[in-house]
């Protein structure tokens, strides 16, 4: 199994940016397709931002949501996956999972997503 493990989770204010990192336990760096997905209370886990595994080609995802504010990268070197979130809002606020799942990855059905992390908050205030 491959573990996960997500931070950066803050306070932040309306406006402001947050980076959150996932670092994975697995030598095989390149071949995981990875993502984040959120969930806020009452409201169903959302699929964020995914990107795919580097050997079939790193395409990636954004949910309408955070189309143009938030993006997502990866540092190949540190197996780390990266989120960028600016002009965050307070419809950001969540907890904040870091997924992985070998080769392809589809950020709308995470039942399908085998590898998850504990998760990170994200509280973002008016």
């Known amino acids: 199994p491959v573990q996960v493990t997500e931070s950066g989770g803050d306070l932040v204010q309306a406006g402001g940016s947050l980076r959150l990192s996932c670092t994975t336990s697995?030598?095989?760096?390149?071949?995981?397709?990875m993502g984040w997905f959120r969930r806020s209370p009452g409201k169903e886990r959302e699929g964020v931002s995914c990107?795919?595994?580097?050997?079939?080609?790193?395409?990636?995802y954004y949910s309408d949501s955070v189309k143009g504010r938030f993006t997502i990268s990866r540092d190949v070197a540190e197996n780390t996956l990266y989120l960028q979130m600016d002009s965050l809002r307070p419809e950001d606020t969540a907890m904040y999972y870091c997924a992985a799942e070998y080769w392809t990855i589809d950020c709308r059905a995470p039942d399908q997503v085998q590898y998850w992390g504990q998760g990170t908050q994200v509280t973002v205030s008016s």
């Open positions: 990107i795919g595994s580097v050997i079939k080609g790193e395409t990636t």
């Open positions: 697995t030598r095989n760096f390149k071949a995981l397709a």
